[in-house]
């Protein structure tokens, strides 16, 4: 960080291991239970004191996405700024770095969200655990409450109501997104049943990489067999995936496109990543530990 820098926050990338969709609401919006965790892939905030607030974007996935008050970081500031007026001085020139895929089934908008409330929080001295961010959080998108805890968690009601994991086991992911962009919207649109069967309880303790793999064969997503009526290369993707030495569990993350190979060893994972990214496909290719819960 540099002299004039006032902070940093990363913004990971979040995978659904597991996503079962169990009903639909009035409002169009679906209950789901879903197996979060974040990868060592993220988007990255900079914040540089300034006399006026202003957003740039850069990064590999910067292109083309609007800074303006539709941008999820503009809405997460505003948001935060309307509830908590002068708790943070105008004044923050930001500089968000976009190394996730935008519209992937990895959340980067609302991991973006996430890091600017907690980077909020932190410049105005308040706390992220207090039960308002997490309000705002929500009202943001469904998934923006699960990113400000980036840490493995149990997800239900449309995605906001959060349990984290104690503990769980160190594996590695390989990302593969195919680099055609999916709406949300869209695929649970494509849905053709929303009254699935829930998560089955996690075991206690979740310690082995094994012991994930044997939970995750009773689980699905169930936002898969959609958005592969919309990308068939999905399929292709996990097929492939599946067969590399070591993999766990090859599947799509979210309303995709990306999907994920999990492994239990750092080298199985590049080498999947490697094999992929040999392929004369114009894919986005990333090999990363998961981040676990301290302990
Ligand atoms: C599907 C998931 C799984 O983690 O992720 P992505 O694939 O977007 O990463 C999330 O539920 C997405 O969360 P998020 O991207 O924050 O959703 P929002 O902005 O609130 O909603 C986008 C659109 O998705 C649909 N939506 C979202 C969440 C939900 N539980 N039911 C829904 O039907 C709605 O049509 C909504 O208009
Ligand atoms: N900071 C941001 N990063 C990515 N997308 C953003 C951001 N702000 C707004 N969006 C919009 O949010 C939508 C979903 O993007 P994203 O969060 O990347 O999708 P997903 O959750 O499927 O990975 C896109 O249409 C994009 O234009």
């Not at 979060?36 to 006026?52: K, M, N, Q």
Request: aromatic share 6%; charged share 15%; with cysteine.
């Amino acid at each position: 960080m540099t002299a004039e820098q006032l902070a940093v926050e990363t913004a990971p990338a979040k995978i659904n291991l597991a996503l079962h969709v169990i009903g639909r609401r009035d409002n169009g919006y679906h209950d789901i239970e879903s197996l979060f965790v974040f990868a060592e892939v993220a988007d990255e905030l900079h914040a540089s004191a300034a006399e006026v607030d202003s957003l740039v974007i850069t990064g590999p996935f910067g292109e083309g996405l609007s800074n303006g008050e539709t941008n999820l970081v503009a809405r997460a500031i505003a948001g935060f700024r309307a509830r908590w007026p002068d708790n943070v001085p105008h004044g923050l020139a930001l500089e968000l770095r976009k190394n996730i895929p935008i519209a992937a089934g990895l959340g980067g908008g609302s991991a973006d969200a996430a890091a600017a409330l907690r980077l909020m929080a932190r410049l105005g001295q308040g706390t992220i655990d207090n039960p308002q961010l997490f309000a705002l959080a929500a009202e943001l998108g469904a998934d923006v409450p699960a990113c400000l805890i980036s840490q493995p968690l149990l997800a239900r009601g449309v995605g906001e109501v959060i349990t984290p994991l104690a503990q769980f086991p160190a594996c590695h992911i390989v990302l593969v997104n195919p680099m055609i962009q999916v709406s949300t919207a869209d695929v649970f649109k494509r849905m053709n049943g929303y009254d699935n069967y829930p998560l089955p309880a996690l075991p206690s303790p979740l310690t082995r990489p094994a012991q994930l793999g044997i939970w995750l064969a009773e689980t699905r997503n169930d936002l898969q067999p959609p958005a592969v009526k919309i990308v068939p290369e999905i399929g292709t993707l996990i097929d492939r995936l599946a067969m590399a030495p070591g993999c766990i569990l090859a599947r799509m993350s979210g309303s995709g496109a990306t999907v994920f190979g999990l492994f239990g060893s750092n080298g199985q994972a590049h080498q999947a990543a490697h094999e992929l990214r040999a392929s004369p496909a114009n894919y986005w290719v990333t090999a990363a530990p998961l981040i676990v819960p301290d302990q």
